[in-house]
């Protein structure tokens, strides 16, 4: 698979950096058997590379922690559940107890981590951190492709959710867009907002629209 090649590329290429070799590689055990899973019809590696892939053209703004950045991106759906909560908090939870197992330790590098994990939840608050309000964005970049793809992915979305049924599982979706459409800007960093947000906004509608028929 050539986005799991990708994704694999970049973890080793920046985690070398900031963690040691062995941490490094029981990372990477974790995180390929965590997203290949077979029921991971959208939380995969598939979405981990197209996230990477826009979070390259914010690497001007980054400078010194565009490779944590890149980390954070890989690990925020590592261990995505709907059957459970918030995915975002579940995540940060998992990733801060594998930083004490690999390393005996959370210390300010992997709260860091954790923390931008947590602000790829729509609903938090926007902080003036711009790290975080790039993770923010780059889970709403979905919402920029043609609609035709976006509805096949939202299929493969809700595929994970299949254990709800289709009008409680519709009301619920278009519920959240719904809300995130009602707190403009929508995107948080300027260089998503300027290229974004009327298509984000645009197909974030007609997806709503296209929700509620199944209610």
Not at 28 to 48: A, C, G, P
Not at 170 to 197: G, H, V
Request: hydrophobic residues 40%; proline residues 3%; neutral net charge.
């Amino acid at each position: 698979m050539v986005e799991l090649a990708n994704v694999k590329t970049i973890w080793f290429f920046a985690a070398k950096n900031y963690l040691p070799e062995k941490a490094v590689l029981d990372f990477w055990q974790v995180i390929e058997e965590k997203y290949q899973s077979e029921d991971r019809t959208y939380h995969n590696f598939k979405h981990i590379d197209f996230c990477l892939k826009h979070l390259k053209t914010a690497e001007h703004l980054l400078i010194e922690n565009f490779q944590i950045v890149q980390m954070a991106v890989i690990l925020h759906e590592i261990c995505h559940n709907p059957t459970r909560g918030s995915s975002e908090e579940n995540c940060a939870e998992y990733v801060k107890n594998l930083f004490r197992k690999f390393l005996g330790k959370h210390d300010g590098f992997s709260k860091m981590i954790c923390q931008l994990i947590l602000a790829t939840d729509q609903k938090r608050a926007s902080t003036g951190i711009l790290e975080e309000r790039i993770m923010h964005d780059l889970e709403l970049m979905v919402f920029t492709l043609p609609f035709d793809k976006l509805i096949k992915l939202e299929n493969d979305y809700r595929s994970e959710y299949w254990q709800k049924p289709l009008c409680i599982y519709s009301f619920r979706r278009s519920e959240i867009l719904a809300n995130i459409l009602e707190n403009k800007p929508i995107l948080r960093t300027p260089l998503f907002f300027e290229k974004y947000e009327n298509s984000v906004a645009g197909n974030m509608q007609k997806l709503i629209e296209t929700l509620k028929k199944n209610i």
